[in-house]
């Protein structure tokens, strides 16, 4: 316990130095005011709502990495990816679907998840497993049945589903892969 709010006291002190008040800095050092106080469980709620907060944020960077609609095409973000993942063992998400009225697609990018290691040795593999691969890019993506997923980085997937193959390797070109890989660092 010692050591999370010693990691706590850390985190708040780097962002004091920021001068940056916010959400997470006040949960974070209500959490000390708590553990100092000795109410450990009110101490663990709020690191557990400051993790939360900061997840948050990070997601909403992700979202930042989506394609942006093709014309004549609109875009609708999915909020709720955060509590897909959560059953999946963590790590952060985005995700839109796309559509012009008659057709659709969605473009989903996960960070930083238990899963996205076992789908790496997939898409190293898709040849081998028949499936087709394309490069995007210095990125190589595994097609099949209408999905399209790259690893990048070794710790981000980005997939597209969709009927269009064609469409989705043209709206997942758009996307600045090497800006991706860098996400979180």
């Not at 209500?30 to 948050?56: C, H, P, R, T, V």
């Not at 930083?112 to 995007?136: F, T």
């Not at 070794?154 to 009927?163: H, P, S």
Request: glycine fraction near 10%; proline fraction near 3%.
């Amino acid at each position: 316990m010692r050591k999370i709010i010693l990691i706590t006291a850390c985190i708040l002190s780097a962002l004091a130095l920021a001068a940056r008040a916010d959400d997470v800095t006040d949960t974070l050092q209500s959490a000390i005011e708590a553990y100092n106080d000795g109410d450990l469980q009110y101490a663990i709620e709020e690191l557990d709502y400051a993790k939360q907060l900061m997840l948050s944020m990070k997601t909403d960077a992700l979202s930042v990495y989506l394609p942006a609609p093709p014309e004549g095409w609109t875009m609708e973000p999915n909020t709720e990816i955060g509590a897909t993942l959560g059953m999946m063992g963590g790590g952060v998400g985005a995700e839109a679907d796309y559509t012009n009225g008659s057709d659709s697609f969605t473009v989903t990018i996960m960070a930083d998840n238990p899963m996205i290691a076992a789908m790496g040795a997939m898409i190293a593999n898709a040849a081998a497993m028949g499936m087709k691969v394309e490069r995007i890019g210095r990125q190589k993506f595994a097609i099949e049945d209408g999905t399209v997923q790259g690893l990048i980085n070794n710790r981000i997937l980005v997939k597209a589903e969709g009927d269009d193959t064609d469409q989705l390797l043209s709206v997942l070109g758009t996307m600045d892969f090497k800006a991706l890989s860098n996400f979180g660092q």
